[in-house]
């Protein structure tokens, strides 16, 4: 449990002026919230999450830093969050590691070279840190050299077997751990040199390396609103928190798309590749699925089609893989404050079989446009034998998309 501790070593005394650094840890994957972008680099309010952190502890007069740990694949995500408008504060980013454990600590070890006494560790996708708790958390680590926001805890905690309830603990007691956590530089870097010399993993916190290195910890009462942003569910009611009195209206748009077969070894369909005896013909991969789920997402938006986005007479779309133009438009989406609800797509064909296929192809189209599978649904279809698709000369694929606007 965390200790209160009233003795904790203060900084020396003739330090009158406390250099503060922001640590923003931006290096895990986010794989709970659906997507291919990291949910650090996703949209929130027309800005990414990360770009909206930052911004919390650039606007604080006492925060003299601000270094971001990115994993080594996002640089370019992480330059596009910031552009041109990146504030003289944020310094060039620190590479982060396979754990956030080992990424605190390349972070540290960064500012290790930098005048820094304070460093203020905390979660990219915590954006609504406020000045108060950075205030509190800096005057806690000035104080006590180690420090974690703490927040009551409302709902009642059981430890449990796996069938069994084992014990209750009493609530009063339990505090749900925050960021920013507050430390003195020197001392949460040594702690985390100590864990890893000692081979400590699985350490989820700054607050309980310290612990582990025998510091006791002080704790701040956290902040309600400074919540977290793990689940696509966040997006939707964060975005709804920022706009409260915006009202919605649904729209539903198709999408249709066919492509004949050529000589090949393989198809693209949903962002999967399948094995087959023919390919499609296509200035693209030719994953008519794919691009009927697009033009049906655009036409929900009315803004355009495919073709007006990626024209084939562009050279650079030939061959390109499909996946781009669906995520292309989900961003588009994102972009305007809309709500992607509903994913449905049916594929007309002879062969191949798309019922092997089905449940990975909703994962993929899930994870290109940024929700669960469980809004994603792809069916399959024949003609029964009539037609183009019936003799087996291609395919074609009709699209809905429901999706929700600003009004």
Not at 93 to 118: C, F, H, K, W, Y
Not at 245 to 250: E, Y
Request: hydrophobic share 40%.
């Amino acid at each position: 449990m965390l200790a209160q501790d009233m003795t904790q070593r203060v900084l020396p005394p003739h330090v009158t002026s406390h250099r503060v650094t922001a640590l923003i840890v931006a290096a895990g994957r986010g794989a709970r919230l659906g997507g291919e972008k990291p949910k650090q680099y996703q949209l929130l309010g027309g800005e990414t999450v990360l770009a909206r952190t930052v911004r919390a502890f650039d606007s604080h007069p006492r925060v003299h830093t601000i270094c971001v740990v990115i994993h080594p694949d996002d640089y370019a995500l992480y330059q596009d969050s910031f552009g041109a408008c990146a504030s003289s504060k944020l310094h060039a980013p620190a590479v982060g590691a396979d754990t956030r454990q080992g990424s605190v600590l390349n972070g540290l070890v960064a500012l290790s070279e930098n005048a820094t006494d304070i460093v203020l560790i905390h979660d990219a996708a915590r954006p609504f840190v406020t000045h108060r708790l950075i205030d509190a958390m800096i005057n806690a680590a000035v104080t006590h050299g180690a420090a974690v926001p703490g927040a009551p805890v409302t709902d009642t905690i059981v430890v449990s077997d796996g069938q069994l309830i084992t014990t209750a603990p009493d609530r009063n007691i339990l505090r749900a751990v925050q960021t920013p956590q507050a430390f003195r530089l020197d001392l949460i870097l040594s702690a985390h040199r100590e864990a890893e010399a000692k081979g400590t993993v699985g350490l989820t916190d700054d607050g309980s390396v310290a612990m582990a290195a025998g510091h006791s910890v002080h704790i701040v009462p956290g902040d309600p609103v400074n919540t977290k942003i793990t689940t696509q569910e966040d997006i939707m009611q964060t975005e709804a928190r920022l706009n409260p009195h915006r009202p919605f209206i649904s729209r539903t748009a198709t999408g249709f798309d066919v492509h004949a077969f050529g000589p090949g070894d393989h198809l693209w369909l949903c962002g999967v590749k399948i094995p087959f005896s023919k390919s499609f013909v296509a200035h693209s991969d030719g994953d008519v699925a794919l691009h009927a789920l697009t033009d049906a997402l655009l036409g929900a938006m009315a803004d355009g089609d495919i073709g007006r986005h990626f024209p084939p007479s562009d050279i650079k779309w030939k061959g390109a893989s499909s996946d781009q133009f669906l995520r292309f438009a989900a961003q588009r989406l994102q972009q305007l404050g809309g709500i992607l609800d509903h994913m449905d797509v049916t594929i007309i064909c002879e062969a191949p079989k798309i019922g092997p296929h089905a449940d990975a192809m909703r994962q993929r189209v899930a994870n290109i446009a940024g929700i669960k599978p469980s809004a994603v649904s792809v069916k399959a279809t024949t003609t029964e034998q009539l037609g183009f698709t019936g003799r087996g000369e291609g395919i074609s694929a009709l699209a809905t998309v429901t999706i929700r606007m600003p009004e």
